[in-house]
Antibody
Framework: EVQLVESGGGLVQPGRSLKLSCLAS????????MNWIRQAPGKGLEWVAS????????YYADTVKGRFTISRDNAKNTLYLQMTSLRSEDTALYYC?????????WGQGVMVTVSS | DVVLTQTPPTLSATIGQSVSISCRSS???????????LNWLLQRPGQSPQLLIY???NLESGVPNRFSGSGSETDFTLKISGVEAEDLGVYYC?????????FGSGTKLEIK
């Protein structure tokens, strides 16, 4: 069974940093591109970043470019999102999702709240 | 960025009724590789989104066949043939043909 389990969220002050993790199981992690997608409270879905299976290709939304870094450790079956210079508008539920063009499995999400 | 316009924003249906949701794109979603990366997702209350339909009309494994997708280029439709209680939630179209990946604003399906 494919499982994606996010962790690392919490309450953080504006300007601070946070690192999210997504532990994958039930499939060969190193064969799949991965995404981070977020959802602000009561709002729709917003793509944040994508990374190819071997980390050769990485893409970011303009809203996070220069502040967020997506990475992965295929030996640990883990996807990461390093978030710096956090802003109130980054407050959201962050999902990791498998595959770039067809996100077929999603984690349960991890909440990030940016507030003083 | 590609803008996906979903209509209607809300939909109220009785059990057994058939409904359709429209998704219109600001650009053609036909990719140079011949595929059209337009997908449909359902987010049930309190749950993560789940994939229903991929590449316009392909039913994801395990999804009931009362769901169907159609369309091309810029106009796409999700149809539910005989709504069931478990179908309530918010439906999103999303495209992955053009970077960045974008989503429609969602259609909330309510059961009367």
């Amino acid at each position: 069974e494919v499982q994606l389990v996010e962790s690392g969220g919490g309450l953080v002050q504006p300007g601070r940093s946070l690192k999210l993790s997504c532990l994958a199981s039930g499939f060969t992690f190193s064969n799949y591109g991965m995404n981070w997608i977020r959802q602000a409270p009561g709002k729709g879905l917003e793509w944040v970043a994508s990374i190819s299976s071997s980390s050769s290709y990485i893409y970011y939304a303009d809203t996070v470019k220069g502040r967020f870094t997506i990475s992965r450790d295929n030996a640990k079956n883990t996807l990461y999102l390093q978030m710096t210079s956090l802003r109130s508008e980054d407050t959201a539920l962050y999902y990791c999702a498998r595959r770039g063009t067809v996100p077929d499995y999603w984690g349960q999400g991890v909440m990030v709240t940016v507030s003083s | 960025d590609v803008v996906l316009t979903q209509t209607p924003p809300t939909l109220s249906a009785t059990i057994g009724q058939s409904v359709s949701i429209s998704c219109r794109s600001s650009q053609s979603l036909l990719d140079s590789d011949g595929d059209t990366y337009l997908n449909w997702l359902l987010q049930r209350p309190g749950q993560s989104p789940q994939l229903l339909i991929y590449s316009v009309s392909n039913l994801e494994s395990g999804v009931p066949n009362r769901f169907s997708g159609s369309g091309s280029e810029t106009d796409f439709t999700l149809k539910i043939s005989g709504v069931e209680a478990e179908d309530l939630g918010v439906y999103y179209c999303m495209q992955a043909t053009h970077a960045p990946l974008t989503f429609g604003s969602g259609t909330k399906l309510e059961i009367k």
